[in-house]
């Protein structure tokens, strides 16, 4: 299971050598869960705090104990967005808060991930005849409001719809809903989020 926080990726594991990133690089440490929640919640506080590690594995032989334990600390969030492409491949991406986006939002208590999504895109975009394709991935980053830690757990799908005008969610403070071209993708001095790029980068796999 992979985890950000504050846009650090926190790794829980049983088997580090199958995640696919360089263990011995010096921003990378590597730890063994004692069991305790106390030592899990000193490892969440430390990404919390800082951001000086490029990521953080922590490894127990229970990972379904580690994983039930670290979701325990939290308050758990569904929600549910996908990348959606146009006739000519160009993604529909948002701008809000300084970062580039892809719509998602919250599951309302009912109603299915599936028609979370499409709700969410045309809310959030104004984009309408929105067909899910496939399931890509689901991706967790943690965030606090008043002291309370939540994690909010995305079901992500690709999808398709027609070019068309788009009308950006103010109240949700989206600024943009834009098609762009993604090999060709100005970013400027604006971020994607490391979840998005996880999802843009399964998109691509499946598509190869």
């Known amino acids: 299971m992979k985890i950000y926080i504050q846009e650090t990726p926190l790794y829980l594991c049983k088997d580090p050598s199958t995640l ?11 730890s063994h869960y004692t069991g305790k929640i106390k030592n899990l919640l000193n490892h969440i ?3 919390e705090k800082s951001s000086k590690k490029q990521a953080v594995v922590l490894v127990y032989k229970n990972i379904d104990v580690l994983i039930g334990d670290f979701r325990s600390l939290y308050k758990i969030l569904p929600a549910a967005g996908a990348l959606v492409t146009d006739e000519q491949g160009h993604y ?4 809000r808060l300084g970062h580039w986006d892809l719509p998602k939002g919250k599951i309302e208590k009912g109603e299915s991930i599936e028609t ?6 045309e809310e959030e975009t104004g984009a309408q005849h929105v067909a899910l394709q496939q399931a890509l991935l689901t991706t967790y980053h943690t ?3 008043k002291k ?20 950006a969610q103010a109240e949700e403070n989206i600024e943009k809903a834009v ?3 993604y090999e060709q993708f100005d970013r400027g001095e604006d971020p994607i989020y490391s979840n998005i790029l996880d999802v843009i980068s399964s998109y691509r796999h499946s598509i190869k």
């Open 116 to 121: 979370a999504a499409v709700r969410e895109i």
């Open 179 to 181: 098609w762009v071209d």
């Open 20 to 30: 696919g990133i360089d263990l011995d690089a010096k921003d990378v440490l590597v």
């Open 92 to 95: 529909l991406m948002i701008h």
């Open 143 to 145: 965030y606090k409001i």
């Open 148 to 167: 309370k830690r939540l994690l909010k757990q995305t079901y992500w799908f690709s999808a398709t719809a027609p070019r068309q005008e788009l009308l």
């Open 45 to 47: 506080d430390l990404l």
